[in-house]
């Protein structure tokens, strides 16, 4: 199977889990140097699982992240978290650990829509410090 193919099992096997579940999905745009988009999956009130792309316009550049980030707080309207990752980046930063601290802000009434800052340090064979900040929208 072409890496397309494997792209597109781990997504229709993620909408169909989230959709026999009682956890939320949602999806993500976290702009960086090179933006990225996240897929995740939210297990009750304090586990946070996300699948990342990131990529260039001409998709030279392929980046791939999983997370999984542990909330800290109980707000509904914000929700600081820190995550423990995995990065895999031939191009550029080789494969690396990644350890996201960031927060999710939800200052709707309804708590679809929201933004969200992290920051995240990456090792591995080069260590970088990663800013980023987006919208998140969750499937509720």
Same mark, same amino acid.
């Given at each position: /199977?072409?890496?397309?193919? #494997?792209? %597109?099992?781990?997504?229709? +096997?993620?909408?169909?889990?989230?959709?026999?579940? +009682?956890?939320?999905?949602?999806? %993500?745009?976290?702009?960086?140097?090179?933006?990225?988009?996240? &897929?995740? #999956?939210?297990?009750?009130?304090?586990? /946070?699982?996300?699948?990342?792309?990131? +990529? *260039?316009?001409?998709?030279? +550049?392929?980046?791939?992240?999983?997370?999984?980030?542990?909330?800290?707080?109980? %707000?509904?309207? &914000?929700?600081?978290?820190?995550?423990?990752?995995?990065?895999? *980046?031939?191009?550029?930063?080789?494969?690396?650990?990644?350890?996201?601290?960031? /927060?999710?802000?939800?200052?709707?009434?309804?708590?679809?829509?929201?933004?969200?800052?992290?920051?995240?340090? @990456?090792?591995?064979?080069?260590?970088?410090?990663?800013?980023?900040?987006? @919208?998140?929208?969750?499937?509720?």
């Amino acid at each position: /199977m072409k890496p397309k193919g #494997y792209l %597109s099992a781990l997504v229709l +096997t993620l909408l169909f889990v989230a959709q026999n579940a +009682t956890a939320q999905f949602g999806v %993500s745009f976290h702009q960086s140097r090179i933006g990225f988009v996240g &897929i995740n #999956y939210e297990a009750g009130r304090h586990f /946070m699982a996300e699948f990342r792309i990131s +990529t *260039d316009v001409l998709f030279e +550049t392929l980046a791939l992240e999983g997370i999984g980030a542990l909330r800290i707080g109980r %707000s509904e309207e &914000i929700n600081p978290y820190v995550g423990l990752g995995f990065r895999f *980046d031939p191009e550029n930063l080789g494969a690396g650990i990644l350890l996201p601290i960031g /927060m999710n802000i939800y200052p709707f009434e309804n708590k679809r829509f929201g933004f969200h800052l992290e920051l995240a340090p @990456i090792v591995g064979e080069n260590a970088i410090v990663r800013g980023s900040w987006g @919208i998140r929208y969750r499937f509720l």
